[in-house]
T-cell receptor
Framework: GAGVSQSPRYKVTKRGQDVALRCDPISGHVSLYWYRQALGQGPEFLTYFNYEAQQDKSGLPNDRFSAERPEGSISTLTIQRTEQRDSAMYRC???????????FGQGTRLTVV | DQQVKQNSPSLSVQEGRISILNCDYT??????FLWYKKYPAEGPTFLISISSIKDKNEDGRFTVFLNKSAKHLSLHIVPSQPGDSAVYFC???WGSGNTPLVFGKGTRLSVIA
């Protein structure tokens, strides 16, 4: 596709359920980043991949959060046993090799009720 | 603690005048700085960047200035247009590409016709 695609755009889930958020980066982009954005705040780093290798997961809040990018393209961010505090906009971005500038998708708005 | 700070949550400017958005950072390891623009219901869009080896970078109506000794950067928009009304995020990174970004909280710019 032309841009970074995230699905679903909106997700409402009950507390305690698992959710999987999907990111389809721009074709050929080496790096894929996951950020979380609360209202009135800037995006906050969660984790990122170069190709299929997870380079840094220091931003993941706790072990209920995990991410994978098994074939170096599409990535999934999984949140297990969701809690209300997990409610936020989850943003994915990608960048080509040698670039710091990242291109963002429209995000997935997660609401845990 | 916030490593990238945007201390003005909002700014209003008359159409045709200059808009100046400010950003401060604390981490001296940052060597690449970016500005992103965000419209409602969209993901952040890359606007302009500057490497720490420069003190100015210009792209059309947008100029970014970097003062490394003060750990301060600013984005100038001249002349400001109503379509520039958006939230602007300052971001910083380190390394030679493909590294995550650290964002400020954003400044909402309103350009009044």
């Amino acid at each position: 596709g032309a841009g970074v695609s995230q699905s679903p755009r909106y997700k409402v889930t009950k507390r305690g359920q698992d959710v999987a958020l999907r990111c389809d980066p721009i074709s050929g982009h080496v790096s894929l980043y996951w950020y979380r954005q609360a209202l009135g705040q800037g995006p906050e780093f969660l984790t990122y991949f170069n190709y299929e290798a997870q380079q840094d997961k220091s931003g993941l809040p706790n072990d209920r959060f995990s991410a994978e990018r098994p074939e170096g393209s599409i990535s999934t961010l999984t949140i297990q046993r969701t809690e209300q505090r997990d409610s936020a906009m989850y943003r994915c971005a990608s960048s080509p090799a040698g670039y710091t500038e990242a291109f963002f998708g429209q995000g997935t708005r997660l609401t845990v009720v | 603690d916030q490593q990238v700070k945007q201390n003005s949550p909002s700014l209003s400017v008359q159409e045709g005048r200059i808009s100046i958005l400010n950003c401060d950072y604390t981490n001296s390891m940052f060597d690449y700085f970016l500005w992103y623009k965000k419209y409602p219901a969209e993901g952040p869009t890359f606007l302009i960047s500057i490497s720490s080896i420069k003190d100015k970078n210009e792209d059309g109506r947008f100029t970014v200035f970097l003062n490394k000794s003060a750990k301060h950067l600013s984005l100038h928009i001249v002349p400001s247009q109503p379509g520039d009304s958006a939230v602007y995020f300052c971001a910083a990174s380190w390394g030679s590409g493909n590294t995550p970004l650290v964002f400020g909280k954003g400044t909402r710019l309103s350009v009044i016709a």
